[in-house]
């Protein structure tokens, strides 16, 4: 009959619950990792961005996100207004500029 039904054996005796830090570990290791791959270096670059944005001003050379290379004619509080060529302006939010290009950028194309 041992055929059809298994044959109990002892078990052994319990050993204690494991400690709770030592479950946890790699769900904070694996925060740990998150936050100096992803979470730092994406803050430091918004911090960047905005430090860039704040300190635009006429004159400046930029590039949006766009892609579109001109130069600053106006400041606003929330807006721009980009020369992409001559005679023809844009009018673009601040956030959208992506990159402040060195003086000089437009006339070298």
Do not use: C
Request: hydrophobic residues 50%.
């Amino acid at each position: 009959m041992s055929f059809f039904i298994s044959d109990a054996w002892a078990q052994a005796a319990p050993q204690g619950e494991p400690n709770a830090l030592m479950s946890f570990l790699p769900l904070i290791l694996i925060f740990v990792v998150f936050y100096f791959l992803l979470i730092r270096p994406q803050t430091k670059r918004a911090k960047e961005h905005k430090t860039m944005v704040e300190a635009l001003a006429k004159g400046d050379e930029v590039v949006t996100n766009g892609g579109l290379l001109g130069q600053i004619t106006k400041v606003g509080d929330n807006f721009l207004v980009v020369e992409v060529a001559e005679g023809t302006e844009v009018k673009v939010q601040k956030q959208a500029v992506a990159s402040l290009m060195p003086k000089g950028t437009i006339k070298g194309l």
